[in-house]
């Protein structure tokens, strides 16, 4: 038996590069259903480092799309969990973990010192993910961001493409994330994923959350949350799409 997990993509790319990946340094923010998966891939592609970021723990409305959500794993921590999964597919990765809600505090502890080759952002609160793209752009940090997988149903309307070829964006969420960003000056050079699809009219009851958060003096903070319906394949689909992306990426280097 060939015990070289990573034959199989070596046929493909070949030795070389499998080589590079041992020494690239990828960041991941969120890690739900998107996020989740975008990672899964890139641990299954041999990167050799991680930084993962999440606040959140297991809860039982995750077990329709979430990789790590388990009726065993009900309450436990998600960067626990996925520390655990990544060295169970690859014992010689590295992996940090910042087990907190991301806000713009939190750079220097997560950036400071450290070559992070590239971010893939899945966080779904509007403010943070603002925050962490308005810090990437402006310090050449490579990344790509999900622009929304909720409510939506048809996993093959998704699609990547630099902000500045979205088509008529379909939703608040959308039309927002791309206002604000062009008050900063961020009009291009940034892969999106997104859904050209529209978002579905939401039939039973939505799902409201308090998130609460410390920032970096220990001030506490509440945030109001409103969750959006979630289907298993398109957040799966979302997150693989931003995974490839990176790989190529790193290949056509």
């Not at 070596?10 to 990828?26: A, P, V």
Request: charged share 30%; proline share 2%; with cysteine.
């Amino acid at each position: 038996m060939n015990e070289d997990i990573f034959c199989r993509n070596k046929i493909i790319w070949g030795e070389d590069f499998q080589k590079k990946l041992e020494n690239i340094h990828i960041a991941v923010f969120g890690l739900g259903g998107v996020g989740g998966y975008a990672l899964d891939s890139l641990v299954r592609c041999g990167i050799g480092e991680f930084t993962i970021v999440d606040f959140d723990d297991v809860n039982y409305s995750n077990l329709n799309r979430q990789l790590v959500a388990l009726n065993s794993t009900i309450g436990e921590k998600k960067t626990q969990l996925f520390k655990k999964r990544i060295i169970d597919i690859n014992k010689n990765a590295k992996v940090n973990i910042f087990d907190c809600f991301y806000t713009e505090d939190l750079n220097e502890k997560i950036f400071k010192n450290k070559q992070i080759d590239y971010v893939i952002d899945a966080i779904d609160t509007m403010k943070s993910k603002i925050e962490l793209i308005k810090y990437c752009y402006k310090n050449n940090i490579k990344m790509i961001t999900s622009f929304g997988a909720g409510n939506r149903l048809d996993a093959s309307r998704l699609k990547v493409c630099d902000i500045s070829k979205i088509e008529k964006p379909n939703c608040n969420f959308l039309k927002n994330i791309i206002r604000i960003l062009k008050k900063e000056g961020i009009k291009n050079n940034l892969p999106v994923c997104y859904s050209s699809e529209k978002p579905k009219k939401v039939i039973n009851k939505i799902i409201k959350s308090k998130i609460e958060y410390c920032d970096k003096d220990n001030k506490k903070y509440n945030l109001n949350k409103i969750s959006p319906g979630s289907t298993p394949f398109v957040v799966a689909v979302a997150g693989y799409l931003m995974g490839n992306y990176v790989c190529l990426d790193l290949i056509q280097k």
